[in-house]
């Protein structure tokens, strides 16, 4: 079960990402034509649920890693993405190395984890599934408060996390900065930055406009989310009716 977005990441590389969140197969099947490096169901603020998240995976496996927000790191949530096929999952709203340990024993199977086994794809072929998932599977998980930022460090360091990921919005109501992200915010993105490259795991960033991907790449930042189905719909359709006003 290879996963290349994973060995990308460890390689040093970097991947673009895009997110659905509105529980459209079709549109997800739209935006994984594009051929991002990976596409992302929100199952945390979408409106996926287990059976359109399956299908879901289904329509975009070929042309785009799939990875799953979780709800939260807990084992249901967790097993039951990865039970439909996904190849990674980002946990939300992680604070503690304690939290960020129990999310990672969460997605591997026994002895590295806690993980049961199970589900529809997994068990099309158990014995080879299980025999690579625990390796193959990407762990990540989303910095996104203050608390979080202060302990970036140990969630960094933490075995089996491949990622980090500033939930940039998050952080902004965390901090106090919203809606102005400002130096107080950069700060705090720049200190999960450094936690990240002193513990060797690749750090993800939420572009708020898919222009920040170079620099933010130049920085040290691996994994880029460049827009989610919702946002380049409501784009594009305000950008159609401007200019057709202009008409």
């Excluded at 890693?65 to 992680?94: E, K």
């Excluded at 140990?154 to 106090?176: H, R």
Aim: charge should be negative; proline fraction near 6%; aromatic fraction near 6%.
């Amino acid at each position: 079960m290879p996963n290349p977005l994973l060995e990308t990441l460890r390689r040093g590389g970097s991947v673009s990402s895009l997110w659905s969140v509105t529980g459209s197969i079709a549109a997800a099947e739209i935006m994984a034509a594009a051929r991002p490096a990976a596409l992302v169901f929100d199952d945390q603020h979408g409106l996926w649920d287990r059976q359109t998240l399956f299908a879901g995976i289904a329509v975009v496996r070929d042309r785009a890693t799939p990875l799953v927000r979780t709800v939260d790191g807990s084992p249901a949530a967790v097993g039951g993405a990865l039970d439909s096929g996904a190849l990674g999952v980002i946990v939300p709203m992680i604070e503690t190395a304690d939290q960020a340990a129990a999310a990672v024993a969460a997605a591997k199977y026994p002895p590295a984890g806690n993980r049961s086994g199970g589900g529809i794809r997994p068990l099309l072929d158990f014995p080879a599934y299980a025999a690579t998932a625990s390796r193959d599977i990407l762990v990540g998980m989303m910095i996104e408060t203050a608390r979080g930022v202060e302990n970036a460090a140990a969630i960094a360091k933490t075995p089996g996390v491949d990622l980090v990921f500033v939930g940039s919005g998050d952080l902004s109501l965390s901090l106090g900065t919203f809606p102005d992200f400002g130096p107080r915010h950069e700060d705090a993105v720049q200190a999960v930055l450094a936690a990240c490259k002193d513990a060797k795991v690749a750090c993800g960033i939420y572009c708020l406009d898919p222009r920040e991907a170079r620099p933010r790449i130049a920085e040290g930042f691996q994994f880029l989310f460049l827009g989610s189905d919702n946002d380049l719909l409501r784009k594009a359709a305000a950008a159609a009716l401007a200019t057709s006003r202009q008409v």
